[in-house]
């Protein structure tokens, strides 16, 4: 006799449940999070090199750099003037989750950081799928890249607040349309805040830089 | 994308829900699956077949409902479901929309097949 008995339970991943500990842990510190996913090369450790430097001396920064193999993205990051840097070496993994976020913040007294920047591994798939705890999600695209990105990694655009297009002194020598990227963008998330900048020649950098300002600011942690 | 997470989670209720019974077998596992999850369903059969092959649970059948998205306007109150993930309402082509249904990754129920009538309460 076969016999139909409802559950109606929801699932969680052991990553979700680690990721809320994490988030419920940030907000009481009033520590800002921002998780910086990409592909390969947009520029994402170059951008968190600027921010360094634009930062470092008004407010406390942490980084933790993900990379399949070597650390040299953290070690960018320390000789731009990071304080508080910790790599993370997957080894394979194509994505953080949110057990190697912890391991690693175990060596961080997260009571004297302000905003903690997770730069996840270049990749737009598997990071759309690993919540971290974070405040928001960052994409990083660039102008070397199609603009039509958004519509590819939609899942990506759609989990993230914040699209930042770099490499804006390209522009022309591609393809690459910018009016395209940001309607192909809004298609798949009408929400999304934009910032467009060059890493190489500072251009809309310090739009960026007051946005973060005022997060940090407004996390009233100082 | 995690399959193999939700497939450990559903053989964990399974295993929960397998020691209340006395004398009977689960046999199927129904669940519902969000386009928003992102999980594919040949991936979660899979990982879930790989996990459960050496325990009592090999074989378990998951049948999945799959929830397409539904959105319903902000601005004229329209619902219509999203396809291709372009999030904009249909009558009036506004993007300030609420997403209704698309996120769901939950077990619905749970078949059971018994050869007595009576089961141990769950206590």
């Not at chain 1, 963008?185 to 020649?201: G, H, K, P, T, V």
């Not at chain 2, 996120?103 to 141990?120: D, K, N, Q, T, V």
């Amino acid at each position: 006799m076969t016999e139909k008995i409802p559950v109606n339970q929801k699932l969680l991943s052991e990553n979700d449940l680690i990721a809320a500990r994490l988030r419920e842990k940030f907000r009481q510190k009033g520590i800002i999070v921002l998780n910086l996913v990409s592909s390969p090369g947009s520029g994402k450790t170059t951008l968190l090199e600027k921010t360094i430097g634009a930062l470092k001396d008004k407010y406390r920064l942490a980084l933790i750099a993900g990379d399949v193999q070597t650390e040299n993205d953290a070690d960018r990051l320390i000789r731009a003037g990071g304080s508080i840097v910790r790599p993370i070496v997957t080894g394979g993994a194509c994505h953080l989750d949110a057990r190697m976020i912890e391991r690693s913040l175990e060596s961080i007294d997260l009571d004297k950081v302000d905003l903690l920047f997770i730069e996840n591994v270049g990749n737009l798939v598997c990071p759309a799928g690993f919540d971290l705890g974070e405040n928001m999600k960052v994409v990083l695209m660039s102008t070397t890249e199609g603009d039509d990105k958004p519509l590819k990694y939609p899942a990506m655009f759609r989990k993230a607040s914040v699209v930042v297009i770099n490499k804006i002194d390209l522009l022309g020598l591609s393809d690459f349309d910018l009016a395209s990227a940001r309607r192909n963008a809004r298609e798949i998330n009408a929400d999304l805040i934009f910032f467009e900048i060059s890493c190489r020649d500072g251009r809309g950098l310090d739009t960026w830089f007051g946005w973060l300002t005022s997060l940090i600011e407004k996390s009233g942690n100082r | 994308m995690h399959e193999l997470g939700i497939a450990e989670s559903i053989l964990n209720a399974i295993r929960l829900k397998s020691g209340e019974l006395a004398g009977a077998s689960i046999t199927a596992v129904g669940l519902r699956i969000g386009v928003l999850s992102n999980i594919v369903d040949e991936s979660l059969r899979f990982a879930f077949e790989v996990i459960s092959k050496d325990t009592e649970f090999a074989g378990i059948k998951l049948d999945i409902e799959n929830c397409p998205v539904l959105i319903e306007c902000l601005d004229c109150g329209k619902r219509n479901t999203v396809v291709e993930y372009r999030f904009s309402c249909e009558g009036c082509g506004s993007g300030r929309v609420k997403v209704i249904q698309g996120y769901e990754l939950e077990i619905a129920y749970m078949e059971i097949e018994s050869g007595f009538p009576e089961r141990r309460s769950p206590n």
